[in-house]
Nanobody, 121 residues
């Protein structure tokens, strides 16, 4: 059983940056995705990184602003978020899949509890 723990959320002004972390023992055997869900909206897959870290992909809405990376020695995946916009406000979740990165939440077997990101002046 993989227990994912997210951290790093908070309140930031538009144009600011945050770095989210997703940690779990055994995480290095899984591809990891970051999802987000804003109130009244469907959950959106933001980014994903493959097991080795060599394969990454991003939603168009965050491309060029967010960077996903992983440090398997630390059992941690990061999401660096720059140039944040109010529309990035959401609860951010990390999730793990034994498969390759997928855009579908039903392909992910384990989920964290989420961390709130609020972008507001």
């Amino acid at each position: 059983q993989l227990q994912l723990v997210e951290s790093g959320g908070g309140l930031v002004q538009p144009g600011g940056s945050l770095r989210l972390s997703c940690a779990a023992s055994g995480l290095d055997f899984y591809a990891i995705g970051w999802f987000r869900q804003a109130p009244g909206k469907e959950r959106e897959r933001v980014s994903c990184v493959g097991i080795s870290g060599g394969s990454t992909d991003y939603a168009d809405s965050v491309k060029g602003r967010f960077t996903i990376s992983r440090d398997n020695a630390k059992n941690t995946v990061y999401l660096q978020m720059n140039s944040l916009k109010p529309e990035d406000t959401a609860v951010y979740y990390c999730a793990a899949t034994i498969q390759v990165c997928s855009g579908y939440d039903y392909d992910y077997d384990y989920w964290g509890q989420g961390t709130q990101v609020t972008v507001s002046s």
